[in-house]
């Protein structure tokens, strides 16, 4: 009798099965078993006349069979190494179990883990301490590069205007170099005025307190001007004066450095932002531009609604100013304008001001403002601040008081002023990338 012989496929010319072929073969063959099968499998397709393929599909087809073949080849390791891990457990049970000694586990070595514990302990250290050092420069580029962001909605806006991005970029710039202009304009004057006139007249006040006979009696029991006199306050107005003057220069020379820098990353963002996405692995890079783009809208939506906010405190603080007759009533509102930028510490700075100018009037507009102040810094922070930047920043109300608070007592002024903006990128990041992954697993 002749052997039954394997079935064939159509058009292969008698060829063989290639999956009957590796199934004959020996078990420890059988990943060469699936390559030479898959091989074998595009050779048949190729030489069949009742088939055409194009270049295309038949690489296609090469690449199916390749990744078939990986994939088969890894579950087949995993396999064998599981089955060798579970031999190794039932041998040592038995030994265990037979009352032999189970094999020695790995000798743990102190000092080279001690040593290389106490070497990581010391590097990181001196990267804080690097850091550290550099804390003020970093805070300075992260300020620039917010405001960089911020001001990009208004340089698209240009663009789709049909302008060259380097023009809007500069008309954006000279705007903004304009309204600080009129800012510090409208403030520095009266400043340095009203100073000047506190100066001259700081003798005749000083005269009229010795006049004052109830200032002339506590005087004479307990010598308070001459105390005043020989405090070290008054002997050191002089170094106050010029500690005062470095100070005011170290921070027009930071505001500096921040335009510069500000000019700079607003130029080139659609670089910078590119080249950063770059950096992700190119499997993973359309989700990090999509959420980067996303965080830098966030970023954008922050200086829209602190713009908001701060328009509304300088109209009302002008408005008030000038009903109340508060000299200076230009100067107030765009000094509370540009403070109010400032969370917590801009409006208070302002309600300060107010205070004092009503004071110096009289005693009633002084409460007045009082007052006024305590109204609108609690109207403020505790109603218009939340709802405009849960409506521009898509952040909680409460995130952005706890936020505010963490960011001032960490970093101070510059704290709470990024603190809005990096607790809404953190928000956006945990919504969209580890919600999402704690869900899947």
């Known amino acids: 009798m002749t052997e039954p012989t394997e079935p064939t496929e159509p058009g292969t010319t008698g060829r063989r099965m290639p999956f009957r072929r590796a199934r004959a073969r020996d078990e420890d063959g059988h990943d060469a078993a699936v390559a030479d099968a898959a091989q074998e499998l595009v050779e048949a397709v190729e030489a069949s006349p009742d088939v055409e393929l194009s270049a295309a599909e038949r690489r296609r087809v090469r690449e199916v069979l390749g990744g078939l073949v990986t994939r088969v080849t890894a579950e087949r390791a995993l396999r ?41 302990v010391v590097v990181a250290y001196v990267c804080f301490l690097l850091v550290d050092s550099v804390k003020s420069t970093l805070i300075l580029l992260l300020v620039a ?21 380097g023009w809007s970029v500069l008309i954006v710039f000279v705007t903004l170099m304009l309204a600080l202009g009129g800012i510090f304009y409208a403030i520095i004057p009266p400043i340095v005025t009203e100073v000047g006139k506190l100066v001259q007249a700081a003798p005749e006040y000083l005269a009229s307190l010795q006049n004052n006979p109830t200032i002339r009696g506590l005087d004479e029991k307990f ?24 100070t005011l220069a170290g921070i027009l020379l930071d505001l500096a450095i ?5 000019l ?29 783009d996303k965080v830098i809208i966030q970023l954008g939506g922050y200086l829209s609604g602190a713009t908001i906010i701060a328009v509304q405190a300088g109209l ?19 000094g509370a304008a540009a403070l109010d930028y400032i969370p917590v510490i801009g409006p208070i700075t302002i309600g300060a001001a107010m205070m004092l100018l009503g004071f110096t009037q009289s005693l009633t507009i002084g ?3 009082v007052g006024f102040y305590i109204c609108q810094h609690l109207f403020e922070a505790y109603w218009l601040y939340p709802r405009v930047m849960r409506r521009t920043v898509d952040i909680s109300a409460g995130a952005v008081v706890v936020a505010i608070v963490i960011g001032g007592a960490l970093l101070g002024v510059m704290g709470a002023l990024l603190a ?8 956006l990041i945990v919504r969209e990338v580890v919600m999402p992954l704690q869900e899947r697993n």
């Not at 089955?83 to 265990?96: P, Q, V």
């Not at 692995?281 to 359309?286: G, I, L, N, S, V």
């Open 80 to 120: 064998t190494a599981e089955s060798a891990a579970a031999m190794s457990e039932r041998a040592a049970e038995a030994a265990t179990a037979a009352g032999g000694v189970p094999p020695p586990r790995p000798r743990l070595q102190p000092f080279r883990t001690g040593f290389f514990g106490g070497l990581g």
């Open 145 to 165: 590069a917010i405001l960089a962001i911020g001001l990009d909605p208004a340089v698209r806006f240009l663009q789709r205007r049909r302008l060259r991005r």
């Open 223 to 246: 010598q308070i001007i001459q105390k005043i006199e020989d405090s070290e306050f008054i002997k050191n107005i002089g170094s106050g004066a010029f500690s005062v003057t470095f």
């Open 258 to 262: 921040v335009l510069i820098l500000t």
């Open 264 to 292: 700079y990353f607003l130029g080139g963002l659609p670089r910078i932002t590119a080249t950063a996405y770059r950096l992700a692995p190119a499997t993973q890079r359309a989700r990090v531009t999509d959420l980067g």
């Open 316 to 334: 009302v603080a002008g408005i008030f100013a000038a009903i109340v007759g508060l000299p200076y009533p230009w100067a107030i509102a765009l």
């Open 367 to 369: 409460l007045v403002a």
């Open 420 to 427: 809005v903006p990096v607790a809404a990128a953190v928000q």
